[in-house]
């Protein structure tokens, strides 16, 4: 079975501060990826990796930062958090990037920016 | 440009009745569609995916959907739902290797 962690599951932040969101995958993947939910939309996607050491941006990359220092972890870095961020964030993992691949979501992270 | 609409953002049902959730996606491509499921407090999990034959696919759980090309659709099915298919169901497209996940349907089954 497919195992996507995310930590810490909810969080409280300040306007200005850091957050530092992680991911880890145990599916041996090659691709992860960030997405946040908000209420009446659909998951978009933020930042993606294909492999260790490399980071994508996505649609909504402002804002944001990412980092893979390796296969299985995958970080979301907010270096001054706004108000406009608070969301449900997932990470996701695929073994490969094709269109007709199967994305495996972790639990999400509830982060409330004050 | 990618798209997918769910233009029903709440269902209500009662248990043990038929259920339709609709998608329509919009890429000019060859289309590949996903449906999944989130319950409370969890992450997404897939109910079934197309991309090639039968336009009617078979999911977990009972569900089903069917893929129209002329009607640019892709709703999910259940012949009869119980009180656990209470979750959010997210339609989704892939093209150009990016998902674009529509908005979701909100389902609660009543007794």
């Known amino acids: 079975e497919a195992a996507v962690t995310q930590s810490p599951r909810s969080k409280v932040a300040v306007t200005g501060g850091k957050v530092t969101l992680s991911c880890h995958q145990t599916?041996?993947?090659?691709?992860m990826y960030w997405y946040r939910q908000d209420t009446g939309h659909g998951l978009r996607l933020i930042h993606y990796?294909?492999?260790?050491?490399?980071?994508e941006k996505g649609d909504i990359p402002d804002g944001y930062k990412a980092s893979r220092p390796s296969q299985e972890n995958f970080s979301l870095i907010l270096e001054l958090a706004s108000l406009s961020q608070t969301a449900v964030y997932f990470c996701?993992?695929?073994?490969?990037?094709?269109?007709?691949?199967?994305?495996?979501f972790g639990p999400g992270t509830r982060l409330l920016v004050l | 440009a990618q798209s997918v609409t769910q233009p029903d953002a709440r269902v209500t049902v009662s248990e043990g009745a038929s259920l339709q959730l609709r998608c329509k996606y919009s890429?000019?491509?060859?289309?590949?569609l996903f449906w999944y499921v989130q319950y409370p407090r969890q992450g997404l999990q897939l109910l079934l995916k197309?991309?090639?034959?039968?336009?009617v696919v078979q999911g977990v759980n009972g569900f089903e959907a069917e893929f129209s090309k002329s009607n640019s659709s892709f709703h999910l099915r259940k012949a009869s739902v119980h009180w656990s298919d209470s979750a959010v169901y997210f339609c989704?497209?892939?093209?150009?290797?990016?998902?674009?996940f529509g908005a979701g349907t909100r389902l609660k089954v009543i007794a």
């Open positions: 996701a993992s695929s073994a490969t990037g094709w269109n007709q691949d199967t994305q495996y």
């Open positions: 599916n041996n993947h090659d691709y």
């Open positions: 990796s294909y492999v260790a050491d490399s980071t």
């Open positions: 890429y000019s491509g060859t289309p590949y």
């Open positions: 197309y991309y090639s034959g039968d336009p």
């Open positions: 989704a497209h892939t093209g150009n290797y990016k998902y674009v």
